[in-house]
């Protein structure tokens, strides 16, 4: 009843303003422009909020599943936070069974790994080192070979050899660097 009365001053009150100025703009022989114009009311009024008869809540689930058990039929009063449906977990029990085996796989495999680093990392030092030994020389007897070659004191062939061998070392040491990298 309170907010019918407010609503009824109010639209009083609209025409109260638009009348006098429709007086003014005759009684002067005026010709007045329409412009809009900003009309804010506020409204008080104390009410009480009822649901509607025969309302429809929509229910929605934030996974997609199967309902395996409902537990609210139509028309039941149901509070906040009650559980509506169960949805099937088969699946979801079976997918977790599956990460958590991954998981402590893989822990194992860290764990292996952390006791073996050391040994693992002390023998990839020690194979870059021979492979850096081995590049060295086998660049010396390229460089050997290569000065006997433009002598013409040696064959076209070991100058070859020599080459390939430097080239096979070199790739030698850079897969030994990488692996070291790993340990």
């Known amino acids: 009843m309170p907010l019918v009365v407010a609503a009824l001053g109010v639209a009083t009150l609209i025409a109260w303003l638009g009348v006098g100025d429709r007086q003014e703009a005759a009684a002067s022989n005026e010709v007045v422009t329409v412009a809009p114009r900003t009309f804010i009311a506020t409204v008080i009024a104390v009410g009480a909020v009822k649901p509607q008869i ?11 599943g199967r309902v395996w058990r409902l537990r609210a039929n139509i028309g039941d009063r149901v509070e906040k936070g009650t559980v509506l449906a169960e949805l099937e977990t088969a699946e979801l029990d079976a997918l977790l069974a ?8 893989v822990q194992a495999r860290r764990t292996a790994l952390e006791a073996l680093a050391p040994d693992e990392e002390a023998r990839a030092l020690a194979n870059v080192r021979r492979f850096e030994a081995e ?24 100058a070859d050899v020599a ?3 430097y080239a096979v070392a070199q790739a030698e040491l850079e897969s030994a660097r990488r692996e070291l990298d790993l340990v």
């Open 54 to 64: 025969g309302a429809e809540v929509r229910v929605g689930s934030r996974v997609s």
């Open 98 to 105: 599956q990460r958590t085996a991954e998981l402590k796989l």
């Open 135 to 158: 590049a060295k020389l086998t660049a010396e007897d390229l460089q050997r070979q290569q000065t006997l070659l433009e002598k013409g004191l040696a064959p076209r062939a070991t």
């Open 163 to 165: 080459r390939d061998r």
